[in-house]
């Protein structure tokens, strides 16, 4: 069973990674990249390595999309 | 004619992101990470020695703190240093409040996550040796405080809670309490940032005072990645 999950987790993110690479609108790319880390942060769950999906779920989802939104607010005009 | 041109770029680039896929893939079953029939001698020790020789349960921790103690100090220099050549090139200037409307659930939303933040911040980072995390983590927590009063409320408020120079002297003390626990290691007879081979008491492991010079070091990084991650983001968003 937990494989299962694992593969379709595996496949979602080649899905999203697809997407914020291929996609025209920058901030549909921005606002994928924090759905890439939750996935990721599962993935390592799975995987047993607590230390690293807490970095994950901090950096990724937090401060780096604010980072981005931030930056795309700033420079689009 | 045009369409089949754009469909056969579009083949060309995931064609290229696929080989790079493949590439990598082959490079890391090259290294001999993944089977295990090679001996790891290094990571042997740390896994079966770790916590005997460090008293850190955590062994992330105890290799970031005490066996790989000058990597951790580059990481520190680096972010010093990116945060001093933010907050020295952008210009002083008001800044733009970002506009937006919040309601009331917003505010009282806001009112209510940041104790529980700087509870899990502070968490994070003094059982930084004992349970998964670590003093980058809690510090990236701390920083998200003054980042969601920004974002909420602007600027102008952040930085009256949270002073610009409290900040930067929060950060110099991480900074400098860094490399003075360092020489801790000099002075009871051993190498720079020594802990492990130095004389201090070792304690329990498990318990919050152990593990020797790692739960302070832990502090001093989350107190100068809290206050340096502040300050970059303050700096920026008042750019214009």
């Known amino acids: ?77 | 004619m045009n369409r089949t041109n754009e469909i056969l770029k579009n083949l060309y680039k995931i064609g290229l992101v696929v080989m790079l896929a493949i590439f990598l893939l082959s490079i890391f079953y090259e290294m001999h990470n993944l089977d295990s029939d090679r001996k790891r001698y290094l990571s042997e020790h740390y896994i079966s020695e770790g916590v005997q020789e460090t008293g850190a349960i955590n062994l992330v921790a105890s290799v970031l703190y005490d066996y790989r103690g000058f990597d951790t100090l580059g990481e520190v220099t680096v972010i010093l240093t990116a945060a001093a050549i933010l907050s020295f090139l952008v210009p002083i200037r008001k800044a733009a409040i970002l506009s937006n409307t919040f309601t009331i659930i917003v505010d009282q939303t806001i009112k209510w996550m940041i104790p529980f933040l700087a509870v899990l911040g502070g968490y994070l980072i003094l059982f930084g040796h004992l349970s998964p995390g670590g003093s980058f983590v809690g510090g990236v927590v701390l920083a998200i405080i003054p980042i969601l009063l920004t974002i909420a409320y602007g600027v102008e408020i952040s930085e009256y809670k949270f002073k610009p120079s409290k900040k930067k002297l929060i950060e110099d003390i991480g900074a400098v309490g860094f490399i003075l626990l360092g020489f801790l290691g000099v002075l009871t007879g051993s190498n720079f940032l020594a802990s492990g081979q130095a004389n201090f008491g070792i304690g329990n492991a498990g318990e919050l005072i152990s593990a020797r010079l790692i739960p302070y070091l832990n502090v001093m990084i989350g107190i100068k990645v809290g206050a340096g991650l502040a300050i970059i983001f303050n700096s920026l968003i008042k750019e214009k």
Not at chain 1, 3 to 17: G, P, R
């Open chain 1, 1 to 77: 069973m937990i494989d299962i999950i694992f593969n379709l987790l595996m496949i979602f993110l080649i899905i999203t990674a697809f997407f914020i690479v291929f996609s025209k609108n920058i901030s549909h790319s921005v606002i994928t990249l924090p759905i890439f880390g939750a996935i990721l942060v599962v993935i390592f769950v799975i995987l047993q390595a607590p230390g690293v999906a807490l970095a994950e779920a901090v950096m990724t989802a937090g401060l780096t999309t604010v980072f981005f939104v931030i930056t795309i607010n700033k420079t689009k005009d």
